[in-house]
């Protein structure tokens, strides 16, 4: 390769994957091994100071993880451009942002070749700092989709989609910078989930051990798991404009975490509660509509929202919580335990329920201006709309994943 400054196009040819530069066209590195020819256009551009490697469309095998260097974006042509993690990935990652600056991942799938136990993580961002991920999609992974852990700060998620990955599509794991970190740009440096989707394997997104996270405008369906699970004194987390639908566990789980932010977010048809706070401290569930907890029960006693294990400091205002009339009601919608305290609940909505709408145990909980009704409304659009439908009361049948799954599978079977 001569002095020339150029990006890099890596394609395959027949069994052959081939990279060339952009511009002279000269090969550059060719070989069997994807990883390997991909690798070293990498680090090519990284001893540069930075530059693009495109993928064309093709699937490439991957026996060991890509490695993108400080200001280098890795490109592919969309999700044609596919990456797979194979058996012979002994460390079963696809890309890894490992201690770099300003990197790019975009256009492209990741995925863990069909029943490959050893494939544990798609994407991982590695006290990484304001690097970018922008619409790629990682799937089938043992673990994790999408990992954003150990201290990473100012970085981006932004349309991705995390599919079908067994313990979290996406999770934002110990970033709890001022630990053990110090050259990170700062304590409590925040990091941006925005735009994505995750859907079917196990949580959709999960917060553990991390400061000042925020989820924005994201999307569960059909989570094995909880839709949003923060954990582990995960401070400061903000859950935005989201929504999850159809998931086996709580459409939101917050434990062991303080200075919570819910908001103007829609969770509907959980087999678990809507919103579930457990041991938390100060925050807001505000604007929110919180459907049909405990789909799955005729003696339901999941909760809209459950306040429990020393929760205080709270304030619960301006939220809807109802359930449809062909679904098992909840015996309560809204519960606070007795171990919680100093909490406001204040101008919620609640309908339809066998017991109460509204129950607070709290210690000096203040609970003002509720609208109670016990009585299902009719569902909209039903006639007559004066009566419940045929099937009120009955609730549906417990949502199962197979079609999901289907449509996974489906995905899988590309056509280059």
Known sequence: MTNLHQSIIVYLDSATCRAIGAVDRAEIAAGDSAAVVIQSGLDILGRAGGGKLSLEPGIFALDAPLRVPSQVKLEGAGNSSVLRVTAANAEGIGIVCAGVHNAIISDLTVEAAEDEPIAGVGLALDKAIDCLVDRVTARDF????????????????HCCTGANNGEAN????????WHNAPDVPGDFAPNYVSNCQAYAGGDGFLVRRSVCQNIVGCLVYNAGGHGFHVCEQSASTLISGCRSFQGKGNGVLVEDSPEINISSSVFCWHNGHGIELRNVTWGTVSANEIM???????????????????????????????????????????LEDEDCRDNCIAGNTINYFTEAGLVSKGKDTIVANNQVQKVGYPNPNMQPFAQPTASYGRGQPPFETSRMEAYVRRLRQHTL
């Open 292 to 334: 049909d907890p405990g789909v799955d029960k005729e003696d339901n006693r999941r909760h809209n929202l459950y306040l429990h294990a020393d929760v205080k400091g709270v304030q619960v205002t301006g939220n809807a919580l109802f359930t449809w009339a062909d679904q098992w009601p909840p015996q309560v919608a809204l």
């Open 170 to 177: 996406f999770i934002l794991d110990h970033l709890d910078a």
């Open 142 to 157: 043992a673990r994790y989709g999408f990992a954003l852990r150990n201290q990473s700060s100012l970085c981006k998620i």
